[in-house]
Every structure is written in C-alpha cells, then in structure tokens.
C-alpha cells in the first residue's frame, strides 16, 4: 500500500479546509494519508519515508511562503525525492500581484528535488466555497488516480 503525506500551513483556517477536503477526497480512494501541520515542526527528510507527498501552503504578504515554511523549504535541498508523487495546494488572495505564489515556490522545489509532479497546482481565492471544496476532493481522488492507480 503506498504511503502518502501531506504537509500544510494555514493561518486563518483556509488552507487547512483544503486540506482536509483533499484528504477527503483520497480516502474516498481507499487510501490513508499521514496529515501534519508545519507548526508541529516536521524535518523535510520525513518526505523520505513516503510514496506520494502534498504540500500545502497560504502565500504571505506579495508572493512569500509563510515563515512558518521557511526552515522545511530550505531542509528540503538535502531530500532527494526522485520517484515520489507530488502535488501543490494553497490558498491565496488576488488582490496581491502574485497569487498563491507558495504553491508555485513549492512545486518548483518539489521538481528539482526530483519529484514527479502529477497535478497541477491547486489555488483557491481566500476561504474555500462549496465549489472549491469539490475541487479539493477531486484533487485528492486526482492524485490517487495519477500516482498509484495501478498498485492499488
């Protein structure tokens, strides 16, 4: 059975419906998926252990991943992630020039790490709407059907 995480932070709560929504939509699947908030300080090397890594992150000020973020972003650069499943999430504000700049600050990590980017990043305008919570199941049924549909 693969093993999957899914890291996110979240301040004012948006970005963790997301992610619960997206769980949602994984476990639909059949599938488990370790969830951990940032703040409970997780070294980047965990995603080591895993098949399939999502991250999830609220861009900060003008395009900034949150500083909360900041110390597992730079860890990163020491985890070799070639072969693992990964996908990007977050939530944003379009008032700002550069929207839910963290989902691509992350994916582009993610990629030089040598993750396999199955989805394309997920962005949702502020607090999630009952068609963005759809959204975020279908993510997380997405990334189960891309990643691993065939050792299921």
Known sequence: MSKIIM???SMSGN?????????AGIKESGVDVEM????????????GEYDG?????YTWGDGDLPDDFLDFYDEMEDVDLTGKK????????TYYTHYCAAVDILDEKLRERGAD?????LKVELTPEDDDIKKCQDFGREFIKKSFVSSL
């Open 7 to 9: 890291i996110f932070a």
């Open 36 to 47: 951990i908030d940032i703040m409970d300080s997780p070294e980047a090397s965990i995603l």
């Open 117 to 121: 980017i199955v989805l394309e990043g």
């Open 53 to 57: 890594i999502l991250l999830g992150a």
């Open 15 to 23: 970005t963790e419906e997301m992610a619960d929504s997206i769980a």
């Open 86 to 93: 990964a996908a990007v999430f977050g939530s944003g504000d």
